[in-house]
Nanobody
Framework: QLQLVESGGGLVQPGGSLRLSCAAS????????IGWFRQAPGKGREGVQC????????TYADSAKGRFTISRDNAKNTVYLQMNSLKPEDTGVYYC??????????????WGKGTLVTVSS
């Protein structure tokens, strides 16, 4: 069964850090660009960051620049999102998704079910 499973979400205080993981099963994650997306309460889903198969990264959310870092470990079939200096506005459900190719693009093929991140004191 082809699937992506996110983990690592939770409750964190403002200024804290979390590392999200996106593990793939049923397919080789290393063949595809992988993106992280988020959906804040009452808002639409937005792109956060994406990593291509050659390791190049694209940051979609201006608020993530300088605070979030996407990385991949193909040996573990996993992509990570390191989030530092978290703010309450980072609260939301975070999803990972795989592209159809090795290049970051708008259309995504497989989606995980998401992991909830709550930034609150």
């Amino acid at each position: 069964q082809l699937q992506l499973v996110e983990s690592g979400g939770g409750l964190v205080q403002p200024g804290g850090s979390l590392r999200l993981s996106c593990a793939a099963s049923g397919f080789t994650l290393g063949y595809y660009a992988i993106g992280w997306f988020r959906q804040a309460p009452g808002k639409g889903r937005e792109g956060v960051q994406c990593i291509s198969t050659n390791g190049g990264t694209t940051t979609y959310a201006d608020s993530a620049k300088g605070r979030f870092t996407i990385s991949r470990d193909n040996a573990k079939n996993t992509v990570y999102l390191q989030m530092n200096s978290l703010k309450p506005e980072d609260t939301g459900v975070y999803y990972c998704a795989s592209s159809y190719t090795g290049v970051c693009s708008i259309g995504m093929k497989y989606w995980g079910k998401g992991t909830l991140v709550t930034v609150s004191s």
